[in-house]
């Protein structure tokens, strides 16, 4: 697989999962806490699966937009995408993590939100570095 790069960017992790994190240009600057559930003190703070679940709602949301076009479904402006990432251990060892996505078209028709979802799926780059790896549920609100 090649991959015509477009845009690059950079973070820096300092202590791990109970440090912080910080782009190279300062516009992400967070603080990082295991939740109790992992055996952290929990308390405010963001975690890898956070900043996923993010990352992936944002991007899945612009994938839409991207392909609304071609598939002829006007994505409405009061659209949103919502990630809920979960972690946990591997039954082949290790940890894992599954995602499943809520997305939220109002006004759209069901057939169509669905059309405008799977369609982005196959673009979105969050989609395409998890498929196969991680299992993804999509979900028309």
Request: glycine share 14%.
């Amino acid at each position: 697989m090649s991959i015509d790069v477009i845009y690059k960017t950079k973070a820096t992790a300092t202590g791990g999962r109970d440090g912080s994190a910080r782009s190279d240009d300062g516009s992400v600057d967070v603080k990082l806490v295991v939740p109790k559930e992992m055996g952290g003190p929990g308390g405010v703070g963001a975690n890898p699966e956070k900043l996923f679940a993010a990352g992936y709602s944002a991007c899945f949301l612009g994938a839409m937009k991207a392909v609304s076009g071609k598939v002829g479904v006007k994505v409405p402006a009061d659209a949103t995408v919502t990630a809920e990432v979960g972690f946990g251990p591997r039954s082949e060892g290790g940890y894992g993590i599954t995602a499943d996505l809520t997305i939220t078209l109002p006004g759209v028709d069901k057939a169509e939100a669905e059309k405008l979802a799977n369609a982005a799926h196959e673009v979105c780059p969050y989609s395409n570095a998890t498929r196969n790896n991680v299992d993804v549920g999509l979900n028309i609100a």
